[in-house]
């Protein structure tokens, strides 16, 4: 398995991106694509997931109303469109892939959840 995330690079504060998540080699017939981003200094947080079945999409709260996350099925690619950011976007965004127990269960916003990993992009934002 394989995810490569591109789109990062460096953008002025109230500025767009758009990340890409493309996976290979995944098998399964439904499973949980997640972001997560790991600032300096800092842990790994959780960003947004969806499912590759339903679309269901989860994000954690501060990011709501700036980050999108999305999906194209046929290009088994993962995006997350990113507005208004801030300083405190700054980070190393990953993706990563969730298996899921079952079609209904929702996507996890916990890192331990996730078993496969992309290299990570980098996102800057500054003046």
Request: glycine content about 10%.
């Amino acid at each position: 398995v394989q995810l490569q995330a591109s789109g990062g690079g460096l953008v002025q504060p109230g500025g767009s991106l758009r990340l890409s998540c493309t996976i290979s080699g995944f098998t399964r017939d439904y499973y949980a694509i997640g972001w997560f981003r790991q600032a300096p200094g800092k842990g790994r947080e959780a960003v947004a997931c969806i499912k590759t079945n339903d679309g269901n999409m989860r994000y954690t709260d501060s990011m709501k109303g700036r980050f999108t996350i999305s999906r194209d099925n046929a290009k088994n690619t993962v995006y997350l469109q990113m507005n208004s950011l801030k300083p405190e976007d700054t980070a190393v965004y990953y993706c990563a892939t969730s298996w899921l127990p079952r079609p209904i269960s929702p996507c996890r916003m916990v890192e331990a959840s996730y078993e496969y990993w992309g290299q990570g992009t980098q996102v800057t934002v500054s003046s």
